[in-house]
C-alpha cells in the first residue's frame, strides 16, 4: 500500500511532516502527470556556473518554473533565449526543499516544429529501409573535378561564401551556378529541376561534382531539402553530389541521401577542391626542395671550380717557368766552362812550371804545346756556342708551342656551339654556329657544308 494510501486510510488524523508532505505531493505528481510536451514563451532565463539552465515558461493565462540539467542542455541544437516561443518536454514535478511546482525538462525544440521533426524521422526512417542511404551506392568524387556546378539561389549569401571560397582555394576551377529558389512551398520542385538540369548538361557544361548549398535556417526555413522527390533526384544524379545545407547541427534528408556532407556552404567548396589545395602544397614543397638541392649543387660546383682553378698553371706562367730553367741551365754551363778553362790554364801553368824547373828548350814543344792551348781555347768556344745553340733551340721551340704564336701564323681555334673544340668536319652539321679565334679577334659562322678529308692524294 503506498504512502497516499495509508495516509488515506488513517482518516487524515496522522500527522507528518512538511518533508514529508512535500514528498508524496511529488509523488503523486510524476506518477499522474507523465512526461508531456508543454508550448510557451520563454522568460527570466538563467545560465548558472554550473551549467544547468532555469527559466520560466508561461502563456497569458499562466506560468510555471522549469529546469533544465547541464547533462540535457548540452544536447540541445540551438540555445534557447528570452522572448522564445518553444515547446519542451518535461515531467511535472515538486522541488521539495521549496514546495515549488516545476518542471524537469528533458529537451526543447522550437515551437511549432514538433509535427515537421516527427514527419522528418518518419521519412528519414522509412527512406533509410529502402536502401536510399546506404553507403556503398555513393559514388566517389574525382579528385581533380574539371569543373564545379552551384546549386542555390542567386541572392543566397550561401553562394557568395562558396564562391570565396573557390577563388581562394582554386581560382582556375570552371563554375556553372544553376540557380533555384531554396526556400518555401516552391523550392523542391525548382531544386530537383536544377539537379535535373545539371545532369543533363554536365558533359557540355564541363563539370563532374554539384554542389547543392544554402544557409543557415531554422526547421521550416529548411524544410524544402527534406522533400521525399529531391531526395530521389539526388540519388538519381549522374554527377556527384555534395551538400552543405545550414550549420554544423543542422542534417537535412537531402545530407543522409548525398554522396558526401559537409558542415557548412564554404566546407562544402573545400572539400570539392581538397586535391588541388593538397597538390598545391605538395608542388610549393617540392619546388622549395628543388630550389635548395639546386643551390647545393651550385655550391658543390663552385667549390669545386675554385679547387680546380688553384691546381691549373696558366702557359704564360709554363713558359716563365721554362725560361727560368733555361737560363738556369746556361748559368751552368758557363761555369762549368770557364772552370773547365780554369783547370786547362791551372795545368798549362804547372806544365810550364815544371818545364822551367827542368829548365827544357825545345822549341817544339812550345810550339806544340802552344798549337794544344789554341786547341783547347777553339773546343771551349765552340763548345759554349754549342750551348748556346742549344739553348736558343729550345727556346725557339717553346716559342713554337705557345698557342699565341700558333694563332699569329694564320691559324685559328674553332669551337662548336657548345664550346667543344672541332676537329673534324663530320662533328659539325650544315646550319650550326661556329666560334673561331683568331690571333687578333673572334669570327662567328654558320656551317653551309662540310666536307670530310680526303682519303688518297687523288680525292
Not at 558533359?203 to 531554422?218: E, P
Request: hydrophobic share 40%; aromatic share 4%.
Amino acid at each position: 500500500m503506498s504512502f497516499a494510501n495509508e495516509f488515506s486510510s488513517a482518516g487524515g488524523q496522522q500527522t507528518i511532516s512538511v518533508a514529508e508532505l512535500n514528498t508524496l505531493a511529488r509523488e503523486a505528481l510524476e506518477s499522474a502527470i507523465p512526461l508531456h510536451w508543454v508550448a510557451g514563451e520563454i522568460s527570466n532565463l538563467t545560465r548558472a556556473a554550473s551549467g544547468h539552465i532555469y527559466f520560466t515558461l508561461k502563456d497569458a493565462q499562466a506560468q510555471v518554473r522549469c529546469t533544465l540539467w547541464r547533462s540535457k542542455a548540452q544536447l540541445l541544437p540551438f540555445q534557447p533565449t528570452h522572448g522564445q516561443k518553444v515547446e519542451v518536454r518535461a515531467l511535472a514535478t515538486l522541488y521539495e526543499a521549496r514546495g515549488d511546482f516545476q518542471l524537469n525538462v528533458e529537451t526543447i525544440r522550437r515551437a511549432g516544429v514538433g509535427s515537421l521533426y516527427e514527419a522528418f524521422l518518419a521519412l528519414r526512417e522509412r527512406l533509410e529501409r529502402e536502401g536510399l542511404f546506404k553507403a556503398s551506392d555513393k559514388r566517389p568524387l574525382p579528385s581533380f573535378p574539371r569543373g564545379v556546378g552551384i546549386i542555390t539561389s542567386l541572392q543566397a549569401a550561401a553562394l557568395r561564401d562558396v564562391l570565396s571560397a573557390m577563388r581562394r582555394r582554386a581560382p582556375h576551377l570552371p563554375i556553372v551556378i544553376y540557380p533555384s529558389t531554396v526556400q518555401g512551398s516552391e523550392a523542391p520542385h525548382a531544386l530537383a529541376g536544377a539537379i535535373e538540369t545539371a545532369g543533363a548538361r554536365a558533359s557540355r557544361d564541363g563539370i563532374d561534382v554539384l554542389l547543392l548549398v544554402r544557409g543557415g535556417g531554422n526547421l521550416e526555413d529548411l524544410w524544402p531539402f527534406n522533400d521525399e522527390a529531391l531526395a530521389r533526384v539526388i540519388r538519381r544524379s549522374p554527377v556527384p553530389v555534395i551538400t552543405g545545407i545550414g550549420h554544423e547541427t543542422d542534417f537535412t534528408i537531402a545530407d543522409f541521401v548525398a554522396d558526401l556532407r559537409a558542415a557548412t556552404p564554404t566546407a562544402a567548396a573545400e572539400l570539392a577542391t581538397a586535391a588541388y589545395v593538397a597538390i598545391s602544397q605538395r608542388l610549393a614543397e617540392q619546388t622549395r626542395r628543388l630550389l635548395r638541392a639546386a643551390a647545393r649543387t651550385l655550391e658543390n660546383a663552385a667549390q669545386r671550380l675554385d679547387r680546380a682553378a688553384v691546381r691549373v698553371i696558366h702557359p704564360r706562367e709554363r713558359l716563365a717557368r721554362a725560361r727560368e730553367r733555361l737560363e738556369g741551365v746556361d748559368a751552368r754551363l758557363k761555369r762549368a766552362a770557364t772552370a773547365r778553362l780554369r783547370a786547362h790554364s791551372h795545368c798549362l801553368d804547372n806544365l810550364s812550371a815544371r818545364l822551367s824547373g827542368k829548365r827544357p828548350d825545345f822549341r817544339a814543344q812550345k810550339d806544340h804545346l802552344r798549337h794544344i792551348e789554341d786547341r783547347l781555347s777553339s773546343a771551349a768556344n765552340r763548345l759554349i756556342r754549342r750551348q748556346h745553340e742549344r739553348v736558343d733551340g729550345l727556346a725557339a721551340n717553346l716559342a713554337h708551342l705557345n698557342p699565341e704564336s700558333v694563332l699569329a701564323r694564320g691559324y685559328g681555334i674553332v669551337r662548336d656551339q657548345n664550346g667543344r673544340i672541332v676537329r673534324e668536319a663530320t662533328s659539325v652539321g650544315p646550319g650550326e654556329a661556329l666560334s673561331i679565334r683568331l690571333s687578333h679577334g673572334r669570327l662567328d659562322a654558320v656551317v653551309s657544308a662540310t666536307h670530310p678529308a680526303a682519303t688518297s692524294p687523288d680525292e
